[in-house]
């Protein structure tokens, strides 16, 4: 015991001793930012070595909650901590290695079987940052325990507040799909509590380290499900020291304001991908073939040119198939190129760009563009499909055109009230009219419910990058979710992406994973059935008299346990759930509260994808299948909400999959 203890000791000062360099880091590179306006060149200069430091010092903050590392490899009688971010000391030597370099990896990929000239692994444990023990595995001998106590005490720690990194747990399996390449678009199918949208966050942490100045400049993404989600997942990232990730839903990538709703028959259309060939169709027949020959004064001279040199310039820029706008633009450049010949020709001499941008403005030139290739917004071109959807085109059948047709059209584009499905459409429309910018990576979680249209932005804001595409067949809620990754993946533009299945749950507990897989048959997609490491945790099924009463005393015994509770109903049972927990004088949290003052959030079963709860309460399970077409696949998703207990309530009989369980 001593000896373990003067062990326990010494990491301990490693601790201290790491985070004094870690203050001292900082604190050098704070004086730098203070002086470095001094030792730029000019006020450029100055300003991007300001950023560049802001970010540094950012990057070097130290949350005393959270320990600096968490493991340490012992490599042929050298010893290396592994933790968050990378700490030197004053000759620059390391005291901590960050989680992504190239050596942490034996960290997660060592096995007895395969040591990789690992002697030991260590793990440590922590309570509030203070290190409290740890765990050898002598590799090197050939000696590796089952799971560790420390890992499982780690990964089944409560929950209350936003997500937390999984650096010090993260699985072999997990670790090469969060270190596969820049250029590789994968696609992740896990099952609940696989630790998929932590794959996907780590593996924008891993590319962000390995090409920080190319990502930096192209950017990465991470598209969510819905706000909540997003307040949710929030820390993670700026825990890895990354800040500059850009976090967003589909609609808040879309700059158009939704004010309108759809009948679900419209929203089945525009979300559907003929969409994308109606819009497109409708933009090229806009394009005509000149009439007229073009003539242009010029002074004393006059420049013609005739109808069939415009028709070869349009017909030339059509072949070429720019973006909408490109396209007019290569139309008016071309012809004020044979203008420039003709001038050239007559006077000797080139003319100057002045001259050439007064050409390319003058009333006859823009005349002859506005009848060939005329100007048009993105807002104009829905606003013309939606107002009268075109009788003779053979993609839509009739049906169809009438649920697009607005039964009482607006005056114009400006006036009118767009929908969700409508800002999708105008995205689309703008990337036919004009180039969108590309992000150099895109996470996308919860992506089974993109619609093929919301792929289509997606896409295009990934067209020059790769995806890391994250979720779960089964938990497909939306009316047009995917039945398979290959349709989708075709969507988003990366066909070839590998589909890789996690179906180990590290979260969810066996009891709860075994109840949420009666339902897989009945959910009409072919994915694996999960199962879980974890045989604690807790899971009962109750028929009650009074739904509110038992809610409300399901919610004062959850709140005897550690960790938060989420009460999960239909949509129009979230009013009453609340009031009767509220009139109980129980504290509720918003479901985008992360500051953990309230343990005990209600919400709807709608908004609870992609969020967890140490102790969940599902309500009347057959009023959420009911409320949906896809109900059933509801059902999945909220069940598995679960990380340690779960009580379901319902006075109703239970769903067919369930029956007979209570």
């Known amino acids: 015991m001593p000896a373990l203890e003067?062990?326990?000791?010494?990491?301990?000062?490693?601790?201290?001793?790491?985070?004094?360099?870690?203050?001292?880091?900082?604190?050098?590179?704070?004086?730098?930012?203070?002086?470095?306006?001094?030792?730029?060149?000019?006020?450029?200069?100055?300003?991007?070595?300001?950023?560049?430091?802001?970010?540094?010092i950012a990057d070097l903050a130290d949350n005393p909650d959270t320990p600096l590392f968490f493991g340490r490899l012992d490599i042929e009688k050298h010893e290396y901590h592994v933790g968050r971010r990378h700490v030197t000391d004053t000759a620059g030597e390391p005291m901590v290695l960050d989680w992504r370099a190239p050596l942490s990896r034996r960290f997660y990929q060592a096995s007895a079987a395969e040591p990789q000239d690992v002697d030991v692994r260590r793990r440590f444990g922590f309570v509030k940052g203070e290190l409290t023990s740890f765990e050898d595995e002598h590799l090197g001998r050939g000696e590796e325990q089952g799971t560790s106590q420390i890992l499982l005490d780690e990964i089944e720690r409560p929950r209350v507040g936003p997500m937390r990194d999984i650096v010090a747990t993260i699985q072999p399996e997990q670790d090469a799909l969060v270190r596969a390449e820049l250029d590789e678009s994968i696609c992740v199918q896990g099952a609940p509590g696989t630790g998929k949208t932590a794959v996907g966050l780590h593996r924008a942490a891993y590319l962000l380290y390995l090409h920080r100045e190319r990502l930096r400049r192209a950017g990465v993404l991470i598209v969510g499900p819905n706000s909540a989600f997003l307040q949710y997942i929030a820390s993670v990232l700026p825990t890895l020291g990354e800040l500059e990730v850009r976090q967003s839903t589909i609609d808040g990538l879309l700059g158009t304001p939704v004010k309108g709703v759809d009948a679900d028959a419209?929203?089945?259309?525009?979300?559907?991908?003929?969409?994308?060939?109606?819009?497109?169709?409708?933009?090229?027949?806009?394009?005509?073939?000149?009439?007229?020959?073009?003539?242009?004064?010029?002074?004393?001279?006059?420049w013609r040119i005739s109808v069939d040199a415009?028709?070869?310039?349009?017909?030339d820029v059509r072949r070429e198939a720019p973006p909408y706008a490109i396209g007019r633009e290569r139309v008016r450049a071309r012809i004020v190129s044979l203008l420039m010949r003709q001038s050239e020709a007559r006077r000797g001499d080139s003319p100057s760009e002045g001259w050439q941008r007064r050409m390319g403005k003058s009333a006859p030139v823009v005349e002859v563009l506005d009848h060939v290739w005329p100007a048009c917004t993105p807002e104009q071109l829905v606003f013309e499909a939606l107002s009268d959807p075109d009788p003779d085109d053979e993609l839509l059948d009739e049906a169809e055109r009438e649920a697009l047709r607005w039964a009482k059209p607006p005056k114009s584009a400006k006036s009118a009230k767009w929908s969700a499905a409508d800002a999708v459409l105008i995205d689309e429309a703008a990337g036919l009219i004009d180039r969108v910018p590309s992000f150099g990576h895109v996470v996308v979680d919860e992506a089974q419910d993109l619609s093929p249209m919301q792929a289509r932005v997606l896409a295009r804001r990934s067209e020059h990058g790769s995806i890391t595409l994250l979720g779960d067949l089964a938990q497909g809620t939306a009316p047009w979710a995917a039945r398979d990754w290959g349709t989708l993946l075709s969507h988003l533009g990366k066909p070839?992406?590998?589909?890789?299945?996690?179906?180990?749950?590290?979260?969810?507990?066996?009891?709860?994973?075994?109840l949420a897989n009666r339902?897989?048959?009945?959910?009409?997609?072919?994915?694996?059935?999960?199962?879980?490491?974890?045989?604690?945790?807790?899971?009962?099924l109750s028929t009650v008299a009074e739904i509110d009463k038992a809610v409300v005393d399901a919610a004062r015994e959850a709140l005897g346990q550690p960790g938060s509770v989420g009460v999960i109903a239909a949509d129009a049972a979230v009013d009453g759930l609340t009031e009767a927990l509220r009139g109980a004088g129980i504290a509720l949290a918003g479901p985008e509260d992360t500051d953990g003052a309230a343990r005990v959030t209600v919400l709807p079963a709608g908004l609870a994808k992609g969020l967890e709860y140490d102790h969940v309460i599902v309500v009347e399970p057959a009023d959420i299948v009911a409320a949906e077409p896809r109900g059933l696949n509801r059902l999945f998703v909220v069940l598995t909400r679960a990380v340690s207990r779960?009580?379901?309530?319902?006075?109703?009989?239970?769903?067919?999959?369930?029956d007979g369980l209570s």
């Open 6 to 56: 003067t062990e326990l000791a010494a990491e301990r000062a490693h601790l201290d001793a790491s985070r004094i360099a870690l203050r001292r880091m900082r604190e050098r590179a704070e004086d730098l930012f203070a002086t470095g306006d001094q030792v730029a060149g000019d006020p450029f200069a100055a300003e991007t070595l300001g950023r560049t430091l802001a970010r540094r």
């Open 266 to 302: 419209a929203a089945a259309v525009k979300n559907h991908e003929k969409m994308a060939l109606v819009l497109r169709k409708r933009l090229l027949s806009k394009i005509q073939r000149p009439e007229e020959p073009l003539t242009v004064a010029d002074g004393s001279y006059r």
């Open 310 to 315: 415009l028709r070869r310039v349009v017909d």
């Open 496 to 514: 070839g992406a590998r589909v890789v299945p996690l179906t180990t749950g590290f979260r969810v507990p066996a009891a709860v994973v075994a």
């Open 519 to 540: 339902l897989l048959p009945a959910l009409g997609v072919d994915v694996p059935a999960a199962r879980s490491l974890r045989t604690d945790g807790a899971l009962t």
């Open 646 to 658: 779960l009580d379901v309530l319902h006075s109703r009989p239970l769903p067919a999959p369930l």
